[in-house]
Structure formats: structure tokens, C-alpha cells
């Protein structure tokens, strides 16, 4: 059995890859949602790259200051970022009301999942190791306290749960996309149970999170899609919204083991996706092998 095999919990096949997804034609150069300028494009990408490389000049200061109010900063910046780059996001559900430790679950479409997330459920984020290596955010994500995960070695998989573990009995929180991999956000993957062991052994309840962007083709960033064009495509598109739904937290003790309360937080993502296409082009694509899908992907 290969390595890619061997750690298929975290590296599932996905029919979605970028000549499919991401040129999609609902929402082509004459489709609805249109193109923005180049002037206006450049502009947001000069903005938005000023806000990411702000925030790495402002690191070592932030670092100083009190939780509380690194913690504000954190969720402003990140949010500075995202509108940068000419994002609108909505946030729905009980955003207050969340406290105590959670493991937060969302589906994954694309790397503006991450900030999008962490505007407003701040936590510890489970990533790749290949992360770490980005330029500038891979720096971001060691310094957000990144919970690295060495998706090429399985048996790390039990020490990452572990760590996660320690995180939420803690009193922390931790961020997870169990899907393993970005979908298109029209084909959508199963919940792995891995990370949900960490939640029952913490004796924590599970957050459910849903993401979906309007249009999908500009925000999706799957299979082998380079970053430089996904951010491209991002600040070339007329207006994308970012739609963040907060579900009803699922208490871990319900459940008798991490295969069915993954079931039950990718049901509750599932219901409450109701005003999305039930089926697509992608949905009735042949799957592609583990290692192209989303060899990019930044959870």
C-alpha cells in the first residue's frame, strides 16, 4: 500500500478540480455575476496583500499584549483581509453565544474558509504540514498556534488527536475541516471521523459550521489550482459573498463514537444547506486519485 493510500482519512478523493469548478460557466465573464475591472482588481490585490504583510510586521507586537486583546486584533485583521480582497461576508446564527471549548467543524471550499472562520470562532487551526512552508502565511499560521498535521505519516494521526485532545480539555478550541480536502461547494465530501475523537474524549460538543459562497466558481480552490490563481480569480470577480452560518452545537456525550457524531455535524451541515443545488456536474463527475485532490489545500 502506497503512502498516498495510507492516509486517505485525510486526503479523500474530490471529483472537483479547477477546470470544473473554478471556470464554471453560471458564472463565466457574461454570466451574472460578471468581472470586476482590471484597475479595481489590482486595487484589491495591492490591498489585500498590504493587509497580510501588515499583519506579519504587527506579529511580534501583538505577541505582547494581553490574550484579550491579541485576540481582537487577530479577528479584526483578519477580517481587514478578507474585505480587502472584496469579499462581503455574512455571519448567521448564534455567533455571541458560543463559548467554552469547541471543536468547530466546517465544510471546506476554499483558503478563505480559514480567515473567515477565524473572524469569528478563533481557535486552534488543524493544518497540513505543508502549510508551515508557505511564504508569509505559512509563518501566520505557526504564529496562530497552527495544529500541524503530517498527512504523509498515519501513524501521527493518534498523536494529532491527542493534541487536539489536551487543546479542548484545555478550555481551548479547535478548528477542523473534516472533509479533509476543498470541494467546489456544489460536490461536497464526507466528514472524517478522526478529529471527532479529540471532541468525545475531551467530553466537548462539536460546532457545527456552514460556508458557501455566491459566486462558488470564484471562491473555489481545489485540486492542483495554484494559489496565484485562485487569488486572481478572487479579486476579479464582481462582488463574492461569503455566507457563515453558526449551527447548533452537538454535545459529544450523545454520541457512542467519533463515527457517528461526525455523521450527525456533516447531517446537521447537510440541512441546513437547503438553498443550494441539490446536484451538479461535479456531483455526477468520476472521482480522481487522493493525490489530486487538493494538493494545495490549507486543511
Known sequence: MTGATAVSPWLPTAPCTPGHCAAHPDTGRDGPAGRAGAVRAAVRLTAGTGAVLLGVLLAPA???????????LVRSWVRAVVRAFGVRVRYEGAVGAVTGPLLVVANHVSWLDIPLVAAVLPGRMVAKTEVRHWPVLGMLAALGGTLFLDRDRLRALPGAVREMAGVLAGGGRVVVFPEGSTWCGRARGRFRPAAFQAALDAGCAVLPVRIDYR???????VGDDPLGASLWRVVTAREIVANIRILDPIPSIRYPDRRALASAAQLAVARDNANLPSLSVHQRASSRSAAASSSRTPA
Do not use: E, I, M, S
Not at 62 to 72: F, G, H, M
Open 62 to 72: 501583538a505577541a505582547l499584549l494581553p490574550a484579550a486583546a491579541r485576540l481582537a
Open 215 to 221: 459566486p462558488a466558481d470564484a471562491a473555489a480552490y
